[in-house]
């Protein structure tokens, strides 16, 4: 069964880096978009970023260009999260998903999360 | 990456029927068949409950039913339960490839 695992949330000083992974198991990692959503504390969803299977092309929210990276190793069915210059507004649970592009456009499976706390 | 819009909660007694809507753009909703709505309990990972606008995951009841009009979405479900109670969202691809989520709506079962 497909099964989807986050690792690495933590708290982490404003200005801070941290990295999170997702290991998957149960299906074929590189035939999926993989994506990363968060949620604040009391706030809702936020999509995050995602990577297409073979790695090719990554994409990110407005809020978080060019402080996080996304990547994937499908060698080894896991992917990451890398955190750079932190912000308190960053502090959530990370969920990361399947799909979210061609073939599959919704998340059909998710993770239980990992909490980011961004403080001093 | 403006945030879709949906009403902050909606409530009804068991049995009835409820509609959450969804509302978008041209560039998202209006512009694509792949809107999702997800089922999230508190302190729970979001399911989902209905892509692609109108299908229903395997498992999912039948009372959950999806649509669209325009830039607009909706979840209706009806014959309302007790375990209907918890947060939806909405979900829409954006011409930016990039993905967007609705506020949040929280359901209460009377």
Known sequence: ?120 | QSALTQPASVSGSPGQSITISCTGSNSDIGGYDYVSWYQQYPGKAPKVMIYDVSNRPSGVSNRFSGSKSGNTASLTISGLQAEDEADYYCSSYSSTNTRVFGGGTKLTVL
């Open chain 1, 1 to 120: 069964q497909v099964q989807l695992v986050e690792s690495g949330g933590s708290l982490v000083k404003p200005g801070g880096s941290l990295r999170l992974s997702c290991a998957a198991s149960g299906f074929t990692f590189s035939d999926y978009y993989m994506t990363w959503i968060r949620q604040a504390p009391g706030k809702g969803l936020e999509w995050v970023s995602y990577i297409s299977g073979r790695a090719a092309t990554p994409y990110y929210a407005d809020s978080v260009k060019g402080r996080f990276t996304i990547s994937r190793d499908n060698s080894k069915k896991l992917m990451f999260l890398q955190m750079d210059s932190l912000r308190a507004d960053d502090t959530a649970v990370y969920y990361c998903a399947r799909g979210g592009n061609w073939p599959t456009y919704h998340f059909d499976y998710w993770g239980q999360g990992t909490l980011v706390t961004v403080s001093s």
